[in-house]
């Protein structure tokens, strides 16, 4: 049954894990990079997790609440537990960040969650009515989104806490 549902996996789902493999083992490097590049995969893994939400399912509108409660958990967390220092270059318009393989463990979390997910749902169609299942899974979905907006508001107010670099 596994090689069946792997073999009926479209190639740009593969494509998909092999690039955010590469984005998750970059990620592990300590690099120098610009706000606009360390923005780059939060969005793009926002924009995954929210893809993942149904308004016409089980919760309705409330989805958005469910979705939005899980981001502001993991966001708060993010915010109040994470210690490293984040080191800013305004006048290069750069930020320091220390390697870590959290983005890749999150990518692959994220990954999984969806294609297990539809995997469930296509062997399971009443799943899709059910209110738990929906509810568990856009909790999910937000606290995965939440954790890569938490880090980024990091980032993003360590940038903005340095003073601009004067105009010579």
């Known amino acids: 049954m596994i090689q069946q549902i792997i073999s009926h996996t479209p190639l740009f789902v593969w494509a998909l894990l092999a690039f955010l493999i590469y984005r998750g083992w970059l990620a592990s490097k300590d690099r120098e990079t610009s706000l606009l590049k360390v923005a780059l995969l939060p969005l793009v893994m926002l924009g ?17 609440a469910v ?11 993010i915010w109040h537990l994470s210690t ?13 960040q220390r390697g870590s393989w959290m ?19 296509a062997m399971h169609p009443e799943l899709s009515h059910s209110l738990v299942f929906a509810a568990s899974i ?4 937000g606290v995965f989104s939440g954790l890569f907006l938490g880090r980024l508001a990091r980032y993003a107010a360590a940038y903005l806490r340095q003073p601009a670099p004067l105009a010579a």
């Open 84 to 96: 490293s220092e984040i080191r800013v270059d305004r006048a290069a318009g750069t930020i320091f």
């Open 67 to 77: 979705w939005t409660l899980g981001v502001a958990a993991s966001v708060t967390a």
């Open 103 to 121: 983005p890749l463990a999150l990518m692959i979390a994220i990954f999984v969650t969806k294609y297990s997910v539809a995997v469930v749902s």
């Open 138 to 141: 856009t909790l999910l979905y």
């Open 48 to 64: 995954l997790g929210i893809s993942g939400i149904q308004g016409n399912g089980p919760l309705g509108e409330a989805v958005w």
